[in-house]
């Protein structure tokens, strides 16, 4: 999210209230009505609330965030809520194209000729366009010279890749649950607020309260950067212990391994020349669902989070309650595709879980954190996969035996119109192809539970990157 959101603010905020009431309930934790009732009282007169609505449509709002925070709601990972969405540009016809106050009124009338269905007039000294005559070509906007034509784009539309966000009866949003593919760009991309993704803070310190098995948390490798300037990784690990888990491993041990089995399977797959990343799970289910014939191009080999999950119940003798810790929505909807992780959280929800208890990451005394290379803590930027599957092949001498050419596409959509293209030209090519597929724009550091400046996290991951050089790689069969 982005830190100076307003939206940011309110979802911290309630967040940091379900934390606070969580620590401080009697166990074990019950959830119902009645909570949500509670701390909808004492949130909606905070100064974030405030302006916009009168404070019992607030409360109603409030409350639908409340039980997607407490989860109450779990039937999907992404959720619209209707309450507070805006109907942006409702009934001005969406998808299409209208002329600002920047029209001239020029000789030229480019955007008059260029237009296919003849959808624009001149009325009173300015462009103006028919939206039941236009089809959303986009003609107009491309060849007036002032730029004074825009299209009507709804933020959360132009921000999915799959199409997944719809709209009722009253132009209020819904998640089309077969579709969506859980990203989360659309949560970040909506001004309102209006959609939301549910969130497992209660089931979290349920756990550690319990003390009933281990709590191990498992940090991803876009870490790096999001809990301040001043927080290191090794202070968020004594952060996370103080917290109250048990143990801290980074997942970019387990993208360590990722990538030496990727490497291995791409060797056993050479002959088939093209293969796609398994890593992103929105990537994944966007394949799946749009591009099927080619779903047999992932790779096999299972994603960082699972296989450090794995690795972990491998390695404890104990019923241990395992916790990813990541920029990503659409882990929680892979949490459920095996058994190795219990609990999905993101950066954002455990900063709220810090703020509620006072633990402020960078005065802690940092612990060490060396699980990882810089092999596997690569994964958390665009490139980081390929390069990383790149560098376990030349390192292992197999550059030169096994050409490989690496893409990495920058957008949800655009991984998918890559990946089916080039699978076609991959028919006629002597090298082998990895695509690098993911949701995010900049890779993991971008995600949808991100609470710092991409810029900054790109800062702090490669310091971090380089640090796991010096650490030693832990082969699959360790």
Same mark, same amino acid.
């Given at each position: 999210m982005n830190p100076i959101s307003n939206v940011s603010k309110i979802r911290m905020e309630l967040y940091t209230k379900v934390a606070e009431w969580a620590f401080k309930s009697p166990m074990p934790i019950e959830v119902n009505e009645e909570v949500v009732e509670k701390l909808a009282s004492e949130l909606v007169p905070s100064s974030f609330y405030n302006g916009r609505y009168e404070p019992e449509y607030e409360t109603i709002i409030t409350k639908h965030r409340l039980r997607l925070a407490l989860g109450l709601e779990k039937k999907q990972v992404v959720n619209g809520i209707p309450e507070a969405c805006n109907s942006c540009f409702a009934?001005?016809? &969406?998808?299409?194209?209208?002329?600002?106050?920047?029209?001239?009124?020029?000789?030229?009338?480019?955007?008059?000729?260029?237009?296919?269905?003849?959808?624009?007039?001149?009325?009173?000294?300015?462009?103006?366009?028919?939206?039941?005559?236009? &089809?959303?070509?986009?003609?107009?906007?491309?060849?007036?010279?002032?730029?004074?034509?825009?299209?009507?784009?709804?933020?959360?539309?132009?921000?999915?890749?799959?199409?997944?966000?719809?709209?009722?009866?009253? %132009?209020?949003?819904?998640?089309?649950?077969?579709?969506? &593919?859980?990203?989360?760009?659309?949560?970040?991309?909506?001004?309102?607020?209006?959609? %939301? %993704?549910?969130t497992q803070i209660v089931d979290l310190i349920r756990a550690i309260r319990s003390k009933e098995h281990p709590v191990i948390a498992m940090p991803a490798p876009a870490l790096a950067g999001q809990f301040g300037p001043k927080a290191t990784p090794h202070h968020l690990k004594a952060a996370l212990l103080k917290l109250g888990f048990d143990e801290v491993v980074e997942v970019a041990l387990g993208a360590d391994l990722v990538a030496q089995e990727e490497a291995e399977e791409l060797i056993e797959r050479y002959d088939e020349k093209i293969m796609t990343n398994s890593c992103c799970p929105a990537y994944l289910m966007a394949i799946k669902k749009k591009l099927p014939k080619l779903a047999d191009r992932i790779s096999h080999t299972k994603s960082p989070m699972r296989t450090t999950g794995e690795w972990v119940r491998k390695h404890r003798n104990e019923r241990v309650i395992n916790v990813f810790i990541g920029p990503c929505s659409a882990k929680k909807a892979e949490m459920s595709w095996g058994d190795e992780i219990d609990i999905v959280m993101t950066f954002e929800e455990i900063a709220a879980m810090f703020k509620a208890v006072g633990i402020e990451p960078e005065k802690e005394e940092p612990v060490d954190m060396k699980d990882a290379t810089n092999v596997g803590r690569m994964f958390a930027r665009?490139?980081?996969?390929?390069?990383?599957?790149?560098?376990?092949?030349?390192?292992?001498?197999?550059?030169?035996?096994?050409? &490989?050419?690496?893409?990495?596409?920058?957008t949800l959509k655009g991984s998918l119109n890559t990946l089916k293209m080039e699978a076609n030209k991959a028919k006629k090519r002597k090298e082998f192809t990895l695509v690098e597929g993911m949701a995010c724009v900049a890779g993991c550091i971008s995600g949808p539970g991100t609470i710092a400046a991409v810029t900054a996290a790109d800062r702090a991951l490669t310091k971090y990157v380089d640090e796991g050089r010096k650490n030693e790689l832990i082969k699959p069969e360790e």
């Open positions: 009934g001005m016809g &969406v998808g299409k194209y209208f002329v600002t106050e920047l029209c001239q009124n020029c000789t030229s009338r480019l955007c008059q000729n260029s237009c296919p269905k003849k959808a624009i007039q001149i009325v009173d000294g300015r462009a103006l366009i028919d939206k039941d005559s236009c &089809v959303g070509c986009g003609m107009c906007a491309k060849n007036c010279p002032y730029g004074a034509i825009r299209k009507i784009e709804r933020p959360c539309v132009q921000a999915c890749g799959v199409g997944a966000v719809k709209f009722d009866d009253n %132009d209020k949003v819904v998640i089309d649950a077969e579709i969506c &593919v859980s990203c989360g760009a659309c949560l970040v991309a909506c001004p309102f607020g209006a959609i %939301d %993704d549910y665009t490139g980081g996969v390929a390069g990383a599957v790149a560098e376990i092949l030349e390192k292992e001498k197999y550059k030169e035996k096994y050409p &490989v050419i690496l893409i990495n596409p920058t």
